[in-house]
């Protein structure tokens, strides 16, 4: 079976979220128990982090990552979803499993896959822990798909748990409020583990700390204990500088961060503070710190977060899809001082719109889409209710009809933007 029909075979047979929804959602570990049990328990072969968080994990993961690549550590890295390639999901030292791996994991081990059904992400992580292993990595930054408690990689005991902040995502699965929410999230602490939450509120600092002691593990807050400044970009998509600076003792941190987003900031404090915590034991210096958050790209091949896919006139996308993602997107765009925003915009089906809506400015130009995927809302659909929040735009059936309708508009002085959905973003990178 080649590539091709490997994938093919992955996303048929096997419910996947990213597609389907939430009819994938799996709410035990059973079938990540029994694929464990089957490979070995390959997790145990090497150290972990697993980072959690409604946004900012993957951005915190890549980060991460990339501080060990450069400080010489083989490191493995586990997220999802995938922009272009699923082997995006699972690298080593920055590289793609090959697809021999992909397409010899689904040969061979055709029977268990039978036997136990499991989801696409439950059968994606085993595939992952069981390259990890293989290719012998001293450590893997392991992002959280969805939730925390339930997750299929919630089996790992890490070095260190990290869970960026909670959010309006998912709440369909997680709980209807910030505190179940977090209370799900916060099922990745581990007994006796540090564990770093970034941003916290009264609410869902009174779970983490009660979860915390029932772990009888120790919390970091970032927010409380860094400050961070971000400087002005050169242009639009440029580097940024950034000074973090510890409260307690003063000591500064600062350096070039590629990634343009305002949202960076808070993702900085909570990369910063979990590098505090492991740089003693790892034997990780400041200089390697500085190289691996300035060449996060470029190791990692992170994508999509404020990224810029053409100048003149500029084409930013950004994979923030729900309230909070999106508000911080949405207002930076409105602070860049240019004449108009063009909006190619699209959503999946079950997203509830009356949380992002109205985020948006009525004064944007909309081209309403949807992204190649089972799940995408239709368009005409989108348009429709976007006329109750005095949005106004054309309908195109798919993401490069958009684009292209909205660079043909827009001038030199005016920004196109495009996102909504991780899978609108996919589709143009």
Request: a neutral charge.
């Amino acid at each position: 079976m080649n590539y091709k029909k490997t994938l093919d075979f992955m996303f048929s047979q096997l419910p996947a979220y990213h597609r389907i929804g939430k009819a994938a959602y799996k709410n035990t570990l059973d079938n990540t128990i029994a694929l464990d049990e089957y490979f070995g328990h390959p997790h145990r072969n090497f150290r972990t982090i697993h980072v959690a968080g409604t946004n900012g994990k993957g951005s915190v993961s890549h980060m991460l990552a990339s501080v060990f690549i450069e400080a010489g550590y083989k490191t493995g890295l586990y997220t999802s979803p995938h922009l272009k390639d699923f082997r995006e999901r699972i690298r080593v030292n920055g590289r793609m499993i090959p697809r021999s791996e992909v397409t010899g994991f689904n040969e061979k081990h055709s029977g268990i896959i039978e036997s136990v059904k499991p989801s696409f992400f439950e059968m994606t992580v085993a595939m992952a822990f069981d390259f990890f292993s293989r290719q012998e990595v001293d450590i893997a930054i392991i992002e959280v798909g969805l939730g925390g408690r339930l997750d299929s990689t919630n089996i790992i005991i890490p070095e260190l748990s990290v869970i960026t902040n909670i959010g309006h995502d998912h709440m369909d699965l997680l709980g209807d409020s910030m505190e179940k929410i977090a209370s799900e999230k916060a099922g990745i602490m581990k007994r006796s583990r540090p564990v770093v939450i970034g941003e916290p509120t009264p609410d869902t600092r009174m779970v983490f700390n009660l979860k915390a002691k029932e772990a009888d593990c120790q919390v970091f807050y970032a927010e409380d204990n860094f400050e961070c400044s971000l400087a002005d970009p050169i242009d639009i998509s440029g580097l940024r500088e950034y000074i973090l600076t510890n409260i307690e003792s003063g000591k500064i941190y600062s350096g070039q961060i590629p990634l343009g987003g305002n949202y960076q900031q808070k993702n900085l404090k909570s990369v910063i503070q979990s590098l505090v915590l492991l740089k003693g034991e790892f034997g990780i210096s400041d200089d390697e710190i500085r190289r691996g958050i300035r060449n996060v790209i470029k190791n990692t091949g992170l994508a999509g977060r404020w990224q810029t896919l053409r100048k003149k006139p500029y084409v930013i996308c950004d994979t923030g899809h729900n309230r909070e993602g999106l508000e911080y997107v949405v207002k930076q765009l409105m602070s860049l001082g240019v004449e108009k925003v063009h909006f190619v915009l699209g959503f999946v089906s079950d997203k509830d719109l009356s949380l992002v809506l109205p985020l948006f400015p009525q004064n944007g130009i909309y081209y309403f889409t949807r992204a190649s995927v089972p799940r995408a809302l239709d368009e005409k659909k989108l348009k429709e209710a976007a006329l109750a929040y005095g949005l106004k735009g054309e309908a195109y059936p798919s993401v490069r009809e958009a684009l292209k309708s909205a660079v043909s508009a827009a001038s030199g002085r005016e920004v196109v933007f495009v996102g909504g959905s991780t899978f609108v973003v996919a589709d143009v990178i």
